[in-house]
């Protein structure tokens, strides 16, 4: 653990990790074999929750609000998280917690990439559909875009 705190709590110092992206970390520059016991890296997580810097719910929050800031839907950023080793009830908890209106924001972003005016020909109606759907919106949240400009 000696050698694997140092290197965790630097880790921490530039940024937010999941529990599951620390132990990678931990793991890979681990100097013992990596099929031997891991209670090294399980001491310095453990250590590391101790004094709360690392905590999985804190991180979802986090994570939720930067990516939606940057225009990005709730299924691309549950897809994220679940890649990144959280818990699908902490990711639906944080969710709840950080209360964003989807629906609003896939206007915002709509009219962020294609301007105030919502296209009405197929093609550009197509064409923004699959840009929202790739930024991660429901079905519903982009159909409300197209809704509210009828």
């Known amino acids: 653990m000696k050698s694997l705190l140092p290197r965790a709590m630097r880790l921490l110092a530039q940024r ?17 074999d990596r099929t031997a016991e891991k209670e090294p890296i399980d ?15 804190e991180y979802s929050r986090k994570f939720i609000l930067s990516r939606s800031h940057k225009g ?4 691309r950023i549950q ?15 944080a969710m709840q917690e950080c209360e964003i209106d989807w629906y609003e924001k896939a206007k915002k972003v709509a009219t962020q990439r294609f301007g105030d005016d919502i296209p009405t020909d197929w093609k550009g109606r197509s064409k923004m559909q699959r ?7 429901a079905q519903d949240e982009i159909q ?7």
């Open 72 to 75: 990005y839907g709730r299924q």
């Open 79 to 93: 897809s994220e998280l679940q890649q990144k080793g959280i818990d699908r009830d902490d990711i639906s908890r």
């Open 43 to 57: 001491q310095a997580i453990e250590y590391c929750h101790q004094y709360n810097w690392l905590n999985d719910a």
């Open 131 to 137: 840009y929202l759907a790739y930024r991660g919106f």
């Open 16 to 32: 937010d990790y999941s529990e599951q992206e620390m132990r990678r970390k931990l793991a890979a520059h681990s100097p013992f």
């Open 144 to 150: 409300s875009v197209f809704s509210d400009s009828e």
